[in-house]
């Protein structure tokens, strides 16, 4: 019989993957649905770039001041407010007007900061010191298991319903906004319906979740520090390679004409590649966590972004990121080498970001909150940024700025880390001091 925060857990998790059913997949999409129907709705053809960004920009200013409101309204109703946001926001596919949707884009980044720091809360509220790393995988499991759900989603609704254009048909817009649209209800309800945690896990937890006004004097205090500047680059190169994956590339693969007779489906399959190759990452470091360091895991992840890079700017025209085009990169388009960067996308991700919350929860063990706070913010910052500027360059450029980003990131990362385990190092020393001085 499983215990009532297990349970919980559980159904935080379940809500979490029917969120990201519907998030993930939209946002995969949103940049290639826009353009498709610009003309039609009187909506600038890049507005899907623009929304995603204006989505991440209102996440970024709200982390700042978003703690006291889920104080009030408590982890369940705050998850619960960001979820009915985030389907208002995806309503608004079944007839896109442009005011409502940036409207709503803005209020489901507003609901995404509700959400993110109520989660860590109520998982908390669930925990002991002995269940908060599973608790913590069963989460990151199911979240990660969404995205080839989420891609199995498309790919049966595309396969059904091609477009002569190799654009996403009208009838499959509307079928993938009802559909997600559903799941989005579904987890509102599952959210909606979460338990109490036990009150005497509550009275274990309740105080180091509560909120306090001198963490953002410790955030603040924590900028300067020379482990944190140099993290921050790290941040900034984590957000902007986010914008590529989930936005640029999926529009580059639906605008190369080049690549075959239905992009759509292609860029279903590629989202399926990318959620195999976290998942494969997953299992790679519960296998190999105690025989590799962390900066190998990092260094793994920077040789395979490398690569994807290479690959992408071979494969895809400079041009297929901003509009249709029927032009070719140094090869003709290949779809089975598109899924594989997909592949190796997710799994450079992968190394990256669980390295980088492990090695934040070593070096800020006593300020973590804060830590991870700042993290937040510069990842979404540069993700916005990145969104942003993505109407205005073309793919080589991007390319141009993920090579130079990555190359100062896991430099930066490796410093940090080897002043880590440097500082563990003289810590041990002084103690097997003191030792032999006792006898």
């Known amino acids: 019989m499983l215990s009532r925060p297990t349970r919980n857990v559980l159904q935080l998790g379940l809500g979490f993957l029917l969120f990201f059913i519907s998030f993930n997949s939209q946002g995969y999409i949103q940049e290639a649905v826009i353009a498709g129907v610009a003309d039609e709705n009187g909506i600038d053809q890049h507005a899907g770039y623009n929304g995603l960004a204006l989505y991440y920009g209102v996440f970024t200013a709200a ?96 396969h059904h319903s091609s477009s002569d254009d190799n654009t996403i ?16 209800i579904l987890s509102t309800f599952v959210f909606a319906l979460l338990r109490h945690p036990p009150s005497e896990t509550l009275k274990h937890n309740e105080v180091a979740v509560s909120y306090n006004n001198a963490s953002f004097a410790t955030t603040f205090a924590l900028l300067p520090t020379k482990r944190m500047i140099l993290l921050a680059f790290v941040f900034c190169y984590t957000g902007i390679v986010q914008s590529l994956w989930t936005s640029i590339y999926p529009t580059a693969i639906s605008f190369t004409q080049q690549m075959g007779n239905n992009n759509s489906v292609l860029m279903a399959l590629s989202a399926i590649s990318s959620g195999f190759g976290q998942i494969l990452l997953c299992s790679w470091v519960a296998a190999r966590r105690f025989a590799l360091k962390r900066n190998h895991f990092v260094i793994t992840g920077f040789f395979l972004h490398i690569i994807s890079f290479i690959g992408i700017y071979i494969n895809f025209p400079p041009n297929s990121s901003i509009h249709l085009t029927n032009d070719i990169g140094i090869i ?34 006593h300020c973590s ?46 410093l940090v880390d080897a002043m880590g385990r440097l500082s563990q190092g003289k810590k041990l020393s002084l103690g097997m001091s003191k030792v032999y001085q006792q006898h």
């Open 63 to 158: 982390n700042l001041f978003i703690a006291p409101l889920i104080e009030v309204l408590g982890p369940k109703w705050a998850m619960t407010i960001g979820a009915i946001l985030t389907t208002l926001y995806e309503i608004g596919f079944l007839h896109i007007n442009e005011f409502y949707f940036f409207f709503t884009s803005a209020l489901s980044g507003f609901g995404a900061a509700l959400m993110w720091p109520a989660l860590g809360t109520y998982m908390t509220l669930n925990s002991t010191e002995k269940t908060i790393d599973r608790n913590s995988s069963i989460v990151w499991a199911l979240s990660q298991a969404s995205q080839i759900i989420g891609g199995i989603v498309l790919l049966t609704i595309f």
């Open 369 to 414: 909150n804060e830590a991870f706070a700042l993290f937040n913010f510069y990842q979404s910052a540069l993700t916005c940024a990145s969104l942003f500027y993505s109407a205005h360059i073309t793919l080589t450029s991007h390319l141009a700025i993920l090579c130079t980003s990555s190359t100062i990131a896991v430099f930066c990362f490796c």
């Open 332 to 365: 003709q388009p290949n779809p089975y080498l598109t899924c594989f960067i997909s592949f190796i996308l997710g799994f450079g991700d992968g190394c990256w970001n669980t390295q980088v919350y492990a090695l934040i929860g070593d070096v800020f063990s």
């Open 169 to 184: 048909s009208p009838t499959a817009i509307k079928i993938i906004s009802i559909s997600l649209t559903i799941v989005l």
